[in-house]
Structures are given as structure tokens and as C-alpha cells.
């Protein structure tokens, strides 16, 4: 298998594998937040067995695969080109893809109301630090993928 497409192939899996790790977070920070705010226990409990779950699946799952996909190929390109730049490749496209896809395409498909959960997915700060979470787990990933092919030959 050729390096370029190799690279592709593995920055396809760490553009899925920084979506998941960012869907985690969202989740996590989802219910931290819910428990500051309400200071109840019952009331996280009840988000986030419920509502959050639910949330995250209708409204960034697909999100999150597109910009998986678009990360990732996007990182697996660059490994191609700069080794040493990969990480800042991987920050720029996250941010870059993230205020693309969450604050620019995701608001025309469902429309946000005031304080609901598209409203703040799709906020350009939000939506920045969801890609660049994203696209510097997928370029750290890769970077790792790389360096243990490299050790190999």
C-alpha cells in the first residue's frame, strides 16, 4: 500500500476516533455543567441518562461524522507533506471544518431557538473548540500512527 494512501486510510480513522473522543466531552462537560447550574442531583441524573444522550444523537452525531471524515482526510493529507507541522494542521482544520460545518451548515438544517442545544453547538466559539478538540486528537493520533510505522522499516 502506497504512504499516500496509507495516510489517508489512517487519518480517516483518527478523524473518527477525535469525533468520538469529542462527543465524549461534549457529554461529560454537558453534565458538569446541568450539575453547576441546577445544583440538583436528580435533575443531572435525569439529562444525563436522558436528554443529553438524545441531544448529542440527533443534533451532532452526523455533524460530527462529516467533520470526522473532513478532519481526518484533511490531516492525512498533510502527514503526507509536513510531519513536523501536523499538530497546527490538525488545529486549523478543526477550527476551520468546525465553524464550517456547526456554525455555518448545521443552523440552515435544524433552526436554532434561543438557548436550545443547536443555539449553542452552533456558536462560533463552541463550534471552533469542538473542531479544534477534534482535529488536534486526529493529528496527535496520527502523528503516533506514524512515528510506530516509522520505528518498523
Known amino acids: 500500500m502506497s504512504t499516500t494512501l496509507r495516510n489517508l486510510f489512517l487519518g480517516l480513522l483518527a478523524g473518527l476516533f477525535g469525533g468520538l473522543v469529542a462527543l465524549l466531552l461534549t457529554y461529560f462537560a454537558g453534565v458538569?455543567?446541568?450539575?453547576?447550574?441546577?445544583?440538583?442531583?436528580?435533575?443531572?441524573?435525569?439529562?444525563a441518562g436522558s436528554f443529553l444522550p438524545l441531544m448529542i444523537l440527533f443534533v451532532l452525531l452526523v455533524p460530527t461524522l462529516g467533520l470526522a471524515?473532513?478532519?481526518g482526510l484533511s490531516v492525512g493529507v498533510g502527514s503526507n507533506f509536513s510531519r513536523r507541522m501536523i499538530l497546527l494542521i490538525g488545529l486549523l482544520c478543526g477550527i476551520v471544518f468546525g465553524e464550517i460545518v456547526l456554525s455555518?451548515?448545521?443552523?440552515?438544517?435544524?433552526e436554532p431557538q434561543p438557548e436550545d442545544f443547536t443555539s449553542i453547538v452552533s456558536s462560533p466559539m463552541v463550534s471552533g473548540l469542538y473542531g479544534m478538540v477534534m482535529g488536534v486528537t486526529a493529528a496527535l493520533l496520527i502523528r503516533r500512527m506514524n512515528r510506530g510505522a516509522s520505528n518498523e522499516l
Open 69 to 71: 471524515v473532513l478532519i
Open 104 to 110: 455555518g451548515v448545521l443552523p440552515f438544517v435544524i
Open 32 to 47: 458538569v455543567i446541568t450539575a453547576v447550574r441546577t445544583r440538583e442531583a436528580l435533575a443531572t441524573i435525569l439529562v
